[in-house]
């Protein structure tokens, strides 16, 4: 094997490629090994990459775009834009106005014209029930009053009005009786029992009526037929669902809110809404009520959001919500990838300049998990590493791929990685 098969990596590099660091020394692809200069992961090792496969390609790869003591990073620019701190949450597509129509009474079904889907308008004749029977207590009651009425008229007869006023009186004031004969009080006695008759007949007339009224179920409100559970023939009782009926124009998008981030959301607040009938489409929505009390059971608070925008809802939708909680305008934005976490807690990225990589502390405002607001420590248009800064210290040379002598390149493209919680955007160094 000839020299010019042999290149330079350095052990973090082999690590990388799955070495331990015991075996290194003892494998044949590693030929010659340099004493480390700045410390143990950047010793230096000649190896040859062809025999064996014991060193990977994209070690090799690496190795030979320049000095292998000097780390090779990716960077990008810190540029401002609008960012929020936002709440996901899931929700359904509700009707505010909707009523399950039922009747207090039983009896068999004359009219049901009705399926799922029919419109009707407020006061139309939804539901019709057998009123013969309920048209006969009707008569009756009105049979009774007029007997109690004849009966009063007749114990009232040749009575003079102002002799029964008085009467009466002396029943309330028994202390005053003995100027009144004991035939005089029955009388005026038998007279208020026969009043409170007429009155109770009267009150059974109006029961009757209601109950007759009954029979004829008319739509509260200008809506839509959901659910039909009866049939003309079907037997009505009481307090059995007949129809349910909805109004598609009040529906609203309804969704919990954590305890934990149940004060913070406010009416008017602003919300995206995307729906699964709508693919690739965001809808701006506004929360239109919050609940003034939590759920006991699921310690939540329910909100309701109304669309800003027209469009084709129907109740039952699953609804993904994105609450905008808080909002930054051109705030300066990294990737949640520059920043490391120091022993202490304290949050770092490193700059490129001049070649080199400069520690910066820093802090960090909204965390919107694939960008984080840096309220202090970094400049708008400033070079920050967010991928090799793991092992970088302050002051060190670095290497950016595309970059010309003069310093950094544009701004590298890095594979696209899925969404990570927001408190997992630091990682510790």
Known sequence: MGLDDRILVTQYELLEAGFLGADIAKNPAVVEDIPPETGPDNALHQVAPKKGGYVSGFVAARARDGDP?????????????????????TGEVVPVNSVVIATMIEGPILYCPWREGDRVQAGERLIEIECEAYRAEVQAAEAARAVAAAKLADMKAGTRPE?????????????EVTARTKADFERAERIAVQEAAMEQAAAAVEVAKTRLAECLVAAPFEGTVTAVHVRPGDIATPRAPLLELVDLSSLVVRFAVPEARATAVQ??????????????????????????????????????????????????????????????????VISPDAILVTPRGEQIVFVVADGKAEQRSITTGIDRRREV????????????VVAGNERLRNGVSVAVPGAGSDGPGPQQERPAKADKPSDSGARKT
């Open 163 to 175: 002799e029964i006023v008085e009467a009466e009186q002396q029943v309330r004031e028994w202390a």
């Open 69 to 89: 003591r000097i780390p090779t990073v990716q960077v990008e620019t810190a540029a401002r834009a609008t960012i929020r701190r936002t709440l996901e949450l």
């Open 373 to 384: 607001e840096v309220v202090e420590g970094i400049r708008e248009g400033e070079q920050v």
């Open 267 to 332: 009416a008017d607040m602003s919300l995206t809404v995307t729906l699964d009938a709508y693919p690739g489409r965001v809808l701006d929505a506004t929360v239109a009520r919050v609940y003034p009390t939590l759920d006991p059971v699921m310690r939540t608070r329910t909100v309701e959001a109304v669309l800003s925008e027209p469009v084709e809802l129907v109740p039952g939708m699953f609804a993904r919500v994105e609450l905008h909680l808080e909002s930054s305008e051109h705030a300066i």
